[in-house]
């Protein structure tokens, strides 16, 4: 508004004024307004331009030091995240960390660990070079008991975040827990190893195949020469590039 509409407009209120009293007011005062600063009609307005940080391993891994979403992060020692290769040929998932892991952070590093990085060397896989070694909880049920669906459940997102980022071309379930969750099914795991099946996981479409534990050969011999069918299984589907819903071999 200009000083000019300023003064007309208070005369206007003074004159309405004086009316109101019958015509009787003190003199009008003398006004020296001054114009108001133009104003664009058009007002910038600043969007935010940033786009959300990509997710990677190294901040889960952050993320799973600190978490607290379930009650194994009261009796852990370190969280397990994992480790491997970043594209890896082959998803190896377990069921949870034992003590070996819980106190050193690592997947997979006790007698069971050993085996493990045996069974795979002897089908020309290794955790260094072309796997990644994962679990299904991160941290460590007390006294090595089966996760509870609650923890497994608070879990579950972890691991559907590093699958989404790692892509692997096959996934490897480890005993009965883990074959159970990832392959969704109640079957037994006698039931469930020697077939492949796909999964859509994590925006993904994977084969997979369960075995035993090393944990379970370990204490039962009888598992070993089904685990080894299971990894030449395994080997013969990478080797010819992932076949689907294999039989079992006889």
């Known amino acids: 508004m200009t000083a000019a509409e300023k003064t007309s407009l208070a005369r206007f209120l003074d004159a309405a004024g004086a009316s109101a009293r019958g015509g009787y007011g003190p003199k009008p005062p003398t006004y020296d307004f001054t114009d108001d600063a133009e104003i664009s009609a058009e007002i910038p307005v600043e969007l935010p331009t940033a786009e959300p940080a990509e997710d990677d391993l190294q901040s889960i891994a952050r993320e799973l030091e600190t978490c607290a979403a379930c009650r194994l992060a009261q009796g852990r020692k370190r969280a397990v995240?994992?480790?491997?290769?970043?594209?890896?040929?082959?998803?190896?998932?377990?069921?949870?960390?034992?003590?070996?892991?819980?106190?050193?952070?690592?997947?997979?590093?006790?007698?069971?660990?050993?085996?493990?990085?045996?069974?795979l060397a002897a089908i020309g896989l290794s955790r260094e070079e072309n796997c990644f070694i994962a679990n299904i909880v991160k941290c460590r049920p007390p006294?090595?008991?089966?996760?509870?669906?609650?923890?497994?459940?608070?879990?579950?997102p972890f691991l559907h975040r590093q699958i989404a980022l790692l892509r692997p071309a096959f996934i490897l379930c480890m005993g009965r827990i883990a074959a159970g969750i990832v392959l969704r099914s109640g079957e037994s795991l006698g039931r469930l190893r020697g077939r492949i099946t796909e999964l859509d996981i994590a925006g993904l479409r994977i084969p997979a195949l369960a075995t035993y534990h090393p944990?379970?050969?370990?204490?039962?011999?009888?598992y070993r020469r089904p685990a080894w069918e299971d990894l030449k299984l395994l080997k013969s589907a990478l080797d010819s590039g992932c076949p689907l819903d294999s039989e079992k071999e006889a």
């Open 81 to 119: 995240p994992g480790e491997g290769a970043e594209s890896p040929l082959v998803l190896v998932i377990g069921e949870g960390p034992g003590a070996e892991e819980d106190a050193s952070g690592r997947p997979f590093v006790g007698p069971a660990g050993r085996l493990l990085d045996k069974m």
């Open 215 to 222: 944990s379970a050969i370990l204490r039962n011999d009888e």
């Open 143 to 156: 006294g090595n008991r089966d996760p509870m669906d609650d923890e497994t459940a608070a879990c579950l």
